[in-house]
Structure formats: C-alpha cells, structure tokens
C-alpha cells in the first residue's frame, strides 16, 4: 500500500484559478517536503514543513502542515502556465533505528490552461 | 545546478547487459539516496548510503546494488536488465534527514 497518498492525481486549471493538492499520511511525519517536477526532469525543491500546525509560503504556493503532522496541502494562488508540472510530496519516514528514509506520493499532475 | 552531479544523462542498453550510475553528492553531504521513478510505480526509494555504510534499503531488487566510495560519491550497478528496468534514476543527497537535494537524474532505456 502506498505510505502517502496524494490528491488529485490530475488537475486541469484555468490560468489564474486557485488549486489545492493534499498529501495524507497514515504514519506521522517527521518531516513533510514538497517538489515540482517537469515531466522527465529532475525535482525542484519547493519547502519542507516539519512543525505541527506550520505554514510556509513563496510567492504564490503556500504549503501547509497540520497539527497531528499526518496531512499536509499545497495551494497555488492565481495559477500561471508556469505552475504547470508534477507536484511531489515526500515524507521522512522512520527506517528502522535512527534512520529515516524520503517516501514520496505519486505526484499530482496539474495543467494550467491559457 | 543543484550541486548533486549524475552521470551518464541517458543510456540506452540491451536486455541481459549491466550498466552502472554515479552520482556525486553535494559539498559537505553524507548521505547519498537512490529512486527509481516509472510511470506506473512513481518515486521509488532503493537505497541509502551514509558515510560509505548502507542505512536502508528500500524496493531494490537483488539484481541491483550499490556502494559509496571514500570520497563520498556513489554508484548504482544494475545487471540482467530487464525491459521493466526502464526508467529515470534519480539520487539525492543530504547532511542531515531533513535536507534532500536531487540529481537531474539518468534516464535507462533497455532495448
């Protein structure tokens, strides 16, 4: 079963309409990160949220991390053909003794239409 | 340039062959991760390094191996490759768990 799961798997938007995409856990996170990925390329680092309850933002993607940890959105404000790519989050997740390994979600596909 | 170097970019083999990644990590990082990503299975997680000692090993078949030499870099062999083994190679490195900095990647095609 897959540790993260991600919703939608697709999205097709408007230019400037707001999204949002969520990322659920069943395990608590230690730490939540979110990617951009243009098909076949590598990821783009977007933030990483580790603290129940926290925020973060850069310019118009804001990134959300709830209180119990295990749920984390990404929401995009006023969307542009530039937002347009592969959304990942990924989860540091307990490995066995002190290590942690990076588990990602499918991906989410979002489509910004001009 | 995210400071995580991949080599080859691509590499077109045939079914049987061996073939073998490197990735040189960031400045300063110890921790090298391996991910297979497919259309159909997404982000995989291999296997992590630290410090030239294997931490975790995640969905890497036994066909698959991989090691992190004295000056950090590391290298991912795959042998009897399958058309399944199709894929983009991505690794990541980082100094602490929560800092991931990924390659651009190797994109495997098998024939």
């Known amino acids: 079963s897959q540790e993260l799961e991600q919703s939608p798997q697709s999205l097709i938007v408007q230019e400037g309409k707001n999204l949002t995409i969520n990322c659920t856990s069943s395990?608590?996170?230690?730490?939540l990160y979110w990617y951009k990925q243009k098909y076949g390329e590598g990821l783009i680092f977007l933030m990483m949220?580790?603290?129940?309850?926290e925020e973060k933002s850069h310019e118009k993607i804001t990134a959300k991390l709830d209180e119990k940890k295990q749920q984390s959105s990404l929401h995009i404000t006023a969307s542009q053909p530039s937002h347009a790519g592969i959304y990942l989050c990924g989860a540091a997740m307990e490995s066995g003794g002190s290590n942690y390994k990076l588990t990602f979600g499918k991906g989410t596909l979002l489509t910004v239409n001009p | 340039d995210s400071g995580v170097t991949q080599t080859p970019k691509h590499l077109i083999t045939a079914t049987g062959q061996r073939v073998t990644l490197r990735c040189s990590p960031r400045?300063?990082?110890?921790?090298v991760y391996w991910y297979q990503q497919s259309l159909d299975q997404g982000l995989q997680f291999l296997i992590q390094y630290y410090n030239g000692e294997e931490r975790a090993k995640g969905n890497i078949l036994e066909r698959f191996s991989a090691q992190q030499f004295p000056d950090l870099h590391s290298e991912l062999n795959l042998s009897s490759l399958e058309l399944g083994d199709s894929a983009l190679y991505f690794c990541?490195?980082?100094?602490?768990?929560?800092?991931?900095?990924f390659g651009s990647g190797t994109r495997l095609t098998v024939v």
């Open positions: 990541a490195s980082s100094v602490v768990p929560y800092g991931y900095t």
């Open positions: 400045s300063g990082d110890l921790s």
């Open positions: 949220l580790q603290k129940g309850g």
């Open positions: 395990k608590t996170l230690y730490g």
